[in-house]
C-alpha cells in the first residue's frame, strides 16, 4: 500500500460544475496537508494546505481533511477548462522534512 | 520576483556520463529541495538542505547521488556514471523558513540517460 494514494483518472467534470479530488493517507503521524496542480510539462504549484479538521476556502477551493479517517479534499467550484490539470496530494511529519507525495488525479474539465 | 530557476532545462548524456544539475532558489528562502519525477508519478523526495547544511539525504537513491550548498544559495545536484534508470526530471523547490511548508518549484530539468 502506498503512504499517499489517489484515484489517477482521468475525472471529467462539465465547466461550471464543482470537481472533487480525494486523497487518502496510511500515516497516522501525518500533520500538514498540501494541494498541488502541475499542467502537463510544467512543475508542481501549491494551491493550499492544511492542518486542522474541517474545511478550509480558499477562493474557488476549499480543501476538507478527516484525521480520524485519514483522508483530504479538494473540492473545485465554478471548474473552468483551465483548471484542466494533475492534482498532486502531498503529507508532512512536522518531525521531519520530506513531503510523501499521491501520484496525483488527471482533471479534465469539458466545456 | 523572480522564482526558482533550474539549469539546463533539459540533458541527454549516455550511460556512464557525469552530470551536474543547478538550482537556483528564490532569494533568501532558507530551505532547498530535490525531488526526482518519473513519469505519471508524484516527486520522490531526494534531499533537503537548511542554508548550507544538508540536514536530510535520505531520498538519494544510491552514493552516485551527491548534492551540495555550499554558500546556502546555489545548489548543485550531481549524478556520477549515469544509468538509464535514472532518467526522470529533477524538481528543486524551496522555501522561505524551515521546515518546508510552502515550497515554491523550479520548472525542472529533464535528464535522459541514452
Known amino acids: 500500500q502506498k503512504e499517499v494514494e489517489q484515484n489517477s483518472g482521468p475525472l471529467s467534470v462539465p465547466e461550471g460544475a464543482i470537481a472533487s479530488l480525494n486523497c487518502t493517507y496510511s500515516?497516522?503521524?501525518?500533520?500538514?496537508f498540501f494541494w498541488y496542480r502541475q499542467y502537463s510539462g510544467k512543475s508542481p504549484e501549491l494551491i493550499m494546505f492544511i492542518y486542522s479538521n474541517g474545511d478550509k476556502e480558499d477562493g474557488r477551493f476549499t480543501a476538507q481533511l478527516n484525521k480520524a479517517s485519514q483522508y483530504v479534499s479538494l473540492l473545485i467550484r465554478d471548474s473552468q477548462p483551465s483548471d484542466s490539470a494533475t492534482y498532486l496530494c502531498a503529507v508532512k511529519r512536522d518531525s521531519n522534512y520530506q513531503l510523501i507525495w499521491g501520484a496525483g488525479t488527471k482533471l479534465i474539465i469539458k466545456p | 520576483g523572480a522564482g526558482v530557476s533550474q539549469s539546463p532545462r533539459y540533458k541527454v548524456a549516455k550511460r556512464g556520463q557525469d552530470v551536474a544539475l543547478r538550482c537556483d532558489p528564490i532569494s533568501g528562502h532558507v530551505s532547498l529541495f530535490w525531488y526526482q519525477q518519473a513519469l505519471g508519478q508524484g516527486p520522490e523526495f531526494l534531499t533537503y538542505f537548511q542554508n548550507e547544511a544538508q540536514l536530510d539525504k535520505s531520498g538519494l537513491p544510491s552514493d552516485r547521488f551527491f548534492a551540495e550548498r555550499p554558500e546556502g544559495s546555489v545548489s548543485t545536484l550531481k549524478i556520477q556514471r549515469t544509468q538509464q534508470e535514472d532518467s526522470a526530471v529533477y524538481l528543486c523547490?524551496?522555501?522561505?523558513?524551515?521546515?518546508?511548508?510552502?515550497?515554491?518549484f523550479g520548472p525542472g530539468t529533464r535528464l535522459t540517460v541514452t
Open positions: 523547490a524551496s522555501s522561505l523558513g524551515s521546515g518546508g511548508y510552502e515550497q515554491y
Open positions: 500515516d497516522r503521524g501525518s500533520q500538514s
